[in-house]
């Protein structure tokens, strides 16, 4: 990552950075203990994100009491099974029954990530239009994004699920969330990875989702 | 961002780059031109970032096209006057007026913006609910975010507006972009930054928004 004198490259760096934070699931180190310090620095650096009109509408609340969690790992498993009934399961092509696969595995050991992260901001958002909707999301998701970012920097790993937006009340309810005024955004399991050599995911082309000056 | 010994301390350079990476208006070099090859790199870039169940429904219609950028900057000043109109601006705080100040700077200058990109993701979202909304626009803003990331540590900035969205239709027609069935996300302008030295944003500190264990 360094240019010849010695200069850092940081697109090389960034390259890397954009093109090796997976979404973590099965590498999640379930038995490693993860310092409270590093969360705190990583949502530090998640603040840091565009938030429209530099309101900071955000909270996010860290789960790491395992009552709470066995709590929510309860209502997540709950969540998953509705949504995706075996029905459901035996449709999917090869690529989805990979990432369900996956994802089956994280709600049946969610309860053992050491830290679970969701971020919530306030006012609710559903049935709106899509204007209200974007300018919303776009004051959270890129703080959520870079809060993966960041812990990717330091060897931990974490996924988005929206599992349990389902049963969101029941959720709010079990951590006192205000649920008639504050929007939850997103689960995030939070864990060193076992290793630290994640590879580049598999895109289409740019080609075949580009559209220069007209669709 | 060299450690002793010269091994690049990759958090280093993901903290500069979380950190720095900002909502660029007034700092768009209106004058020099961007280079095709550099908006697809970044574009490369942020098709890594996460995409539920690997769907990858976005579209990213890229404007250079300078009638279609003088069509667009009409509807967005037309857009943007109608969301701020003076009753709205002189109830503003010193903090919104800053911001707004900014925002008009772009919209007065939009059709000189080098590169206009308007990212889409399939099917409408309006009028969703929470489950829904949440799984769609985070299959869509974090590649947003990894877009203007990309651009960063090339030298170039943009920010995320969505103004233009009230009057989404209209924007669709311009651009062949199928509204009956694809939504769309954002404006994004493109250019150069004037200088390189941005520097962290102002927030709240982290106290007031974190939560361990409950509300």
Redesign the interface.
């Known amino acids: 990552?360094?240019a010849p004198g010695?200069r850092?490259r940081?697109?090389r760096?960034?390259?890397?950075?954009?093109?090796t934070t997976?979404?973590v699931r099965r590498r999640l180190d379930l038995d490693r203990p993860v310092e409270r310090t590093v969360v705190?620095e990583c949502?530090?650096?998640?603040?840091?994100?565009?938030s429209?009109?530099?309101n900071?509408r955000?909270?996010?609340?860290?789960?790491?009491?395992q009552g709470?969690k066995n709590a929510l790992a309860e209502v997540y498993q709950e969540a998953f099974d509705a949504v995706y009934p075996p029905e459901v399961v035996t449709s999917m092509d090869a690529?989805?029954r990979r990432?369900h696969g996956s994802a089956r595995y994280l709600a049946t050991n969610l309860a053992r990530v050491p830290v679970l992260v969701i971020p919530c901001q306030w006012t609710?958002?559903?049935?709106?239009?899509?204007?209200r909707?974007?300018?919303w999301?776009?004051s959270i998701?890129?703080a959520?994004?870079?809060f993966?970012?960041?812990l990717?920097?330091?060897g931990l790993g974490s996924?988005?699920t929206?599992m349990h937006?389902?049963e969101?009340e029941r959720v709010a309810g079990l951590?006192?969330?205000?649920y008639e005024r504050c929007?939850?955004?997103?689960l995030l399991p939070v864990a060193h990875t076992l290793g630290t050599d994640f590879t580049?995911?598999?895109?289409?082309p740019?080609e075949d989702?580009?559209?220069?000056?007209?669709?």
């Open positions: 990552m360094t010695g850092v940081p697109e760096a960034t390259d890397e950075l954009l093109t997976r979404a705190e949502l530090r650096l998640a603040l840091q994100a565009p429209g009109m530099n900071q955000w909270h996010w609340v860290v789960v790491t009491d709470k690529e989805q990432i609710r958002i559903d049935d709106s239009t899509v204007f909707q974007a300018g999301w776009a998701l890129p959520v994004w870079s993966m970012l960041a990717r920097s330091r996924c988005i929206t937006l389902t969101e951590l006192g969330i205000p929007t939850q955004v997103a580049s995911a598999r895109r289409r740019l989702v580009v559209h220069w000056n007209a669709w």
